[in-house]
């Protein structure tokens, strides 16, 4: 079972350098992690652009790789998006719309576009012009997939 909350900047940060891994979030990231056992064994940044959620720096613990703790992170990151929003939405009085949040889109390397196919993701075709520009530059060198909660974006 994995389980996925919220966590802070340092919280993610100190797992990165525990694993040697060069990432570093900043404080206008969102981090998520995905716990297993009460133990931190994945962990992602979203970042916020105006129509899309941009999944950056996704990192499993190595001593957990291939045990599918990756594509459960992926297959429930759009679902805990909705109950996020909804929880927000219904502080304010308002009830949400599950397709109303924004889609999530990955920057994946070559090696792992079978990983985020398998996770029910889908490549985007190309061209990419729903893409924030300030994101363009990274299709040139790797496949752009979104989560599977959205058609299109």
Not at 3 to 16: A, D, G, M, T
Not at 48 to 68: A, E, K, M, Q, T
Request: proline share 4%; net charge positive; glycine share 4%.
């Amino acid at each position: 079972m994995l389980s996925l909350q919220s966590i802070s900047v340092s919280v993610i940060n100190e797992f990165y350098k525990k694993h040697c891994y060069s990432a570093r979030a900043s404080k206008t990231d969102w981090c998520i992690g995905g716990y297993a056992s009460d133990t931190l064994i994945i962990a992602g940044r979203l970042i916020d652009y105006s129509d899309i959620y941009w999944l950056r720096s996704l990192f499993c613990d190595p001593d957990v790789r291939r045990c599918g703790y990756g594509n459960i992170y992926l297959t429930s990151l759009q679902n805990y998006l909705v109950k996020n929003q909804q929880e927000q939405l219904k502080n304010q009085g308002i009830t949400a719309n599950p397709k109303s949040v924004k889609p999530i889109v990955a920057f994946a390397e070559v090696h792992l576009k079978k990983f985020y196919e398998t996770a029910g993701w889908q490549e985007l075709p190309k061209p990419h012009n729903e893409i924030p520009i300030t994101l363009a530059a990274r299709i040139k060198r790797n496949s752009v997939f979104a989560s599977n909660s959205q058609d299109s974006i």
